[in-house]
């Protein structure tokens, strides 16, 4: 009896190792050589980001497009401001994870539309849409100061912007032929913004899509 007992729990660790290595197996399809997935908080609540494991996978039709009018739809350079650094999916990866461990001098933004957000965003993302900080298309001076102030952590002395607390500001839209997160970056620089503390991910939902990374809903 003892016998028994002892090789059925002998079997029972043996399956729970066993399990615990098939659920530690990597992914086929990886981020980076080291690094399968990610998890960052969306919405108070843990998101795990990795990408499609379906290898026959291809890009959803909403980014399947190859040809938009231009303009509006014209390509973006590769730099789009002196001292804003263009920077790639798995420095926003990171930028994510610092953020969901506690790091609050960054924020991540989708300057996209809300229609285009409901679509699928970026895990950790904060949806400003370009138009909040654009002047010419109806954002007042009130309304821009309470977003510098309560999004971006600037603040206000004297009618004069004081930027030495401000966040890391992670910008992305639809990608390469977008024009949203530029119009955000080139209004933030124009409110005195440090372009230092701006970071633009060119390749936006457009490679973040073709690429397979997890989205999540706003």
Not at 5 to 25: D, H, P, R, V
Not at 64 to 79: D, G, L, Y
């Amino acid at each position: 009896m003892k016998l028994t007992k002892t090789l059925a729990s002998s079997a029972f660790i043996i399956g729970l190792i066993l399990s615990g290595s098939a659920s530690a197996q990597k992914l086929a399809v990886g981020i980076t050589p080291t690094e399968d997935s990610f998890t960052v908080k969306h919405n108070g609540r843990n998101h795990k980001i990795m990408r499609d494991q379906n290898e026959k996978a291809t890009v959803i039709p909403a980014f399947a497009k190859t040809s938009r009018k231009c303009p509006p739809f014209c390509i973006q350079p590769s730099v789009l401001a002196p001292g804003v650094e263009t920077i790639g999916e798995v420095e926003v990866i990171k930028y994510a994870v610092q953020m969901s461990d506690g790091d609050d001098s960054i924020i991540l933004v989708d300057s996209r539309t809300p229609d285009w957000v409901a679509k699928g965003t970026i895990p950790s993302a904060k949806n400003l849409p370009w138009t909040k900080l654009n002047p010419a298309k109806g954002a007042d001076p009130i309304s821009i100061g309470e977003i510098m102030e309560d999004e971006f952590g600037a603040t206000q002395q004297e009618g004069l912007w004081d930027f030495s607390n401000a966040k890391t500001a992670v910008m992305f839209c639809n990608g390469m032929w977008c024009g949203q997160s530029p119009n955000n970056i080139k209004n933030l620089l124009r409110f005195g913004y440090p372009a230092h503390k701006i970071k633009w991910y060119r390749g936006g939902m457009q490679d973040w899509a073709i690429l397979g990374l997890t989205t999540a809903k706003p």
